[in-house]
């Protein structure tokens, strides 16, 4: 009996403790775990090794995805599904554990069909735009080094009088700036699943600037650049011109995703990691994600992941409410 | 209507962010925010003072507590009780927001039983060891801090071929230094909540330094140097004696206590201070702490709260449970 | 007798503990500090404030300034002058200690020529780029933000066989970029000193992709964008089409200017501030710059740091050749 | 022609990218570099490889030594150490670098009388404590930790109206609890090379305290304890007796040894590597030390280095006398 572990799509702090405790966690059980490398380019490609505790050490402090990772387009074609599973088979691999979204869920659920391969996901984007789990990882490690940037960039506004923009990461989802604006003390949060007034929020600003306030702090998600969302260059020529005070912005990009995870992600992917190996190595037939809701980890269809948009919890909205108006 | 927050026995990170936001959501919802300075002892000297934004302006990155903490002996005595109630009257405070221990909450109970001040505690303590609650705030930055500790020493056992015994805070709790081990790859946890078996670890070592292993990391609870646990001293003579590896200790003591907190203390601070300041401000008339159990807050008795010791999940014992044996 | 301190133009790291140790020495040397806030614009305004310790207490590791910067052009004009002194004298203030670059020293210097206040300036600027000067405030906190940057982006491009192009801080000089380059291991710097050959990197890089590299890191001055330097934006399209790697570019942005001050420019601070006050009280008549060069700390006029333009030490600029070709 | 470098005595951050950048400039340079591994005792055992790109992929930014130290008794004895240069024979290496202190560079100063073998040794220990040059390689990283543990430590102090004692290393030189003291903004400094006055100090603490001080931080260098000054404990008594204020002790161990090298110290690393090598592969026919002066490298003898006591800078220890007294 063999389990592979991979990782896949975007990456993020976590996913290198997720593979050191996959391997550890398999050889407390007896198992052979095998890494797959580059993803699924890499399953098609054959890069697949059996793991030794070597290629793991060490490796918990890291940030990003030791094993790598890709996006595959061939994935979409049997011929090349048909390929990745002679690859499997050659090592007697029938069990794999997936570290992604739910794009890389999808793509092993159609592998899963082809040719019966059993799999976990574990939900891993620092979007955590997953529908029916509370948390996925990485996100934990991005929000605190959104939280340095912000405490850095806020020193140097309180410098000048001035209002900065900080742009987060989250295409789809605004949690990582909602969750930044609510814990770095912001003035404004701009995401797409909260309504704003731009008016009313001028006015509120406007009286604090005149009772002595010295610098405005604004967070938005990446993803008001396509919505029906005020851009990021939009609100600082709102700031400079409406409010009337010196404006600069400071899109974070890909400092998000790396750094030296944080206990929680480290935490949640010990767990993560070592309950989907029990599950593979139960009865399990089928792919499955786990998803951590309430305190506890479940296991769910992927038709139940990919059935609904993620919706953030009402009560983190209805903290910010004061922020978007 | 007035309400006053106040910070008594440890302090920790988390305290500072649930001040400001204390003040904050006070304000916008129309409530006159005061602060008790100094804890317990402040309360019954009359160190009471209005808040202003200015008083909280900037905190939300800084350790500790800026309206600084206290243990009271005189608290016990009902004069001393009864002055503190007066103090309380001249500013028209008649409910409190306390973030203490469960000591904390039973002086505000008695007080409460005397003069009927309503108020909510909320728990915060690196220990983590209140019952009722999966969550006392300050942890994560604790947890954070041990976590760059142990990398660091890790990198200097590896450079030596050396054990590093590191003691963690938690006189009646093994929480951090539990969760430490798990996720900072330990290959040694003693915390009072685990028998561990000296014998079978050693073969465990011994087997693995002659397979080339470089280094051992152990992680040890405060508390063990009391209850029957091997004591750090103990458990370096023994790695030396009987394992055969030099070995150094490091007790990390009050560096885990402070620090800029990290998001995952300034969002529960966030969330526990407005869900408080909500239960006051209804028709709350009694003493309750507020806790995170299956990501829900709830509000439980003091009785409650201290009538069992705080177990860790067994959960997370289990994952240790390869570190012990 | 009396003291003043400001800072002007850019805010760096370094500040704070630079006005801490000016309040503190004052004390100590039994002279009164004055704070003057925002920079020449509350020079002229009068916002001018006797210092007491409660002023200074705990801002070390804060980054910006507490008194606040900024840029001034009524500072050109005579008669804003003229009422800048008025404020002065209205205090008893005759010396001045200012932190910033060349530009806000020419601008004391014609303070110095019509009134006659004497002053030290202390090179401030995280571009480092003031001659006769080996070091300015703040370039060491600087550096420290952008190699955790970098360090993090390069996670996450080795977890993807990517390039990234972080672009660094520096208008018209590459220190920041050259001296990133070197310490955290780039492939490519491209800053306005250092002449680059394209085809020869181009080929060194393909070799080093066939051979296995999985990742490179570009670190590219700001100043590039406007020179005869290839552009960010046109270095990202280099690399995906002529190397043919995915790449991602990393504006750094304002994040370089903030943070808890690093030992080193907090150890700077306290010489360059102590050294400016003994100058100050002693038999010093003009205005004059503090320099550090060859481990010392010296005193320079106005007009030899403004007869050249900053040079980088040529065995930096050597160490980086590899990177260029 | 070959090279070999190693790591001895102590380890200390900014080791790590020392060996890197000695690889890629032994490439450049078209000279093979050689790893020897666990210091002197792995050269007596011949623990000596070829160096490849990927032995030092991705090590700059890990604390400590990846070819790991050692101390060793065996080589002083000159049967082990004619084994050693055997060892080197077998490779074709006549030249070694070696990073550590003054014993180490002693050791190899015998083997060069021995057997002709050339060396440049980099000074590299926290201690700050080699005679001949302005810096030892690590220290920068340790002042930082020692900064974060401190900025720490007060949060918590000013929490309860306390003092805390912080113990850094030092067993010789006061260098890190100087510096520290200076740029963390302590009250009191207690170190071997300056004289206190307990009577004055506690004068001058009561009267701050009774003016509102809220808490005192001391840093005590760890070779106090032996010596004529007063020792941790002690002073933690005579604070909490004498000054009547409660007292908690930190003892900040091998937390200071680790830790990602600061830019500063990946920046002496690169310079002290390369000019090292320089060196060696020009004239050099003998052993000598690299040292930092007055801005400037230079090569000095193993005498020099070890003709005198290191003495520290005449104005650092200025900066620190308001602290003893």
Redesign the interface.
């Known amino acids: 009996m063999a389990i592979a572990i991979m990782?896949s799509g975007g990456?993020c702090?976590g996913?290198n403790?997720a593979i050191?405790q996959f391997v550890?966690y398999c050889y407390?059980n007896e198992v052979q775990p095998y890494l797959i490398y580059?993803g699924l380019e890499g399953l098609i490609d054959g890069a697949i090794k059996a793991a030794t505790y070597e290629d793991v050490a060490?490796i918990?402090?890291?940030?990003?995805?030791k094993i790598?990772?890709?996006r595959s387009k061939r994935f979409f074609e049997y011929e090349y599904r048909k390929q990745a599973f002679e690859n499997l088979q050659k090592h007697g691999i029938d069990k794999i554990v997936i570290l992604g979204g739910d794009g890389s869920f999808r793509a092993l659920n159609q592998f899963h069909k082809d040719f019966g391969v059993n799999f976990v996901g574990i939900p891993a984007t620092i979007d955590n735009d997953i529908y029916g789990t509370?948390y996925c990882l990485g996100v934990?490690t991005a929000?605190?080094?959104?939280?340095?940037?912000t405490?850095?960039?806020?020193?140097?506004?309180?410098?000048?009088?001035r209002a900065?923009v900080i742009e987060t990461m989250g295409r789809d989802c605004g949690y990582l700036a909602l969750?930044?604006a609510?814990?770095?003390?912001a003035e404004i949060c701009i995401i797409p699943e909260l309504e704003y007034d731009l008016d009313s929020i001028g006015k509120r600003l406007k009286g604090e600037l005149a009772n002595g306030r010295?610098y405005i702090v604004c967070l938005v998600a990446e993803g008001c650049n396509k919505d029906k969302c005020i851009s990021t260059p939009n609100l600082v020529r709102w700031l400079e011109e409406d409010i009337g005070i010196e404006t600069?912005?400071?899109?974070?990009?890909?400092?998000q995703?790396?750094?030296?995870p944080?206990?929680?992600d480290?935490?949640m992917a010990?767990?993560f990691v070592?309950y989907s190996i029990d599950k593979l190595l139960s009865d399990h037939k089928e792919g499955s994600v786990i998803v951590y809701?309430?305190?506890?980890f479940e296991f769910v269809s992927i038709e139940h992941v990919n059935s609904q948009k993620y919706k953030i919890r009402e009560?983190l909205l209805e903290?910010a409410k004061?922020l978007v108006n």
């Open positions: 990782t990456d702090a996913m403790p050191k550890d407390t580059d060490g918990m402090h890291e940030g990003g995805t790598r990772s890709s509370e934990d929000l605190n080094i959104i939280r340095q940037a405490d850095a960039v806020r020193d140097t506004s309180a410098s000048f009088r900065c969750v930044s609510i814990t770095c003390g010295k600069r912005a400071t899109i974070l990009g890909h400092v995703r790396g750094g030296n944080t206990v929680f480290r935490l010990s767990e070592s809701k309430k305190s506890e009560d903290l004061r």
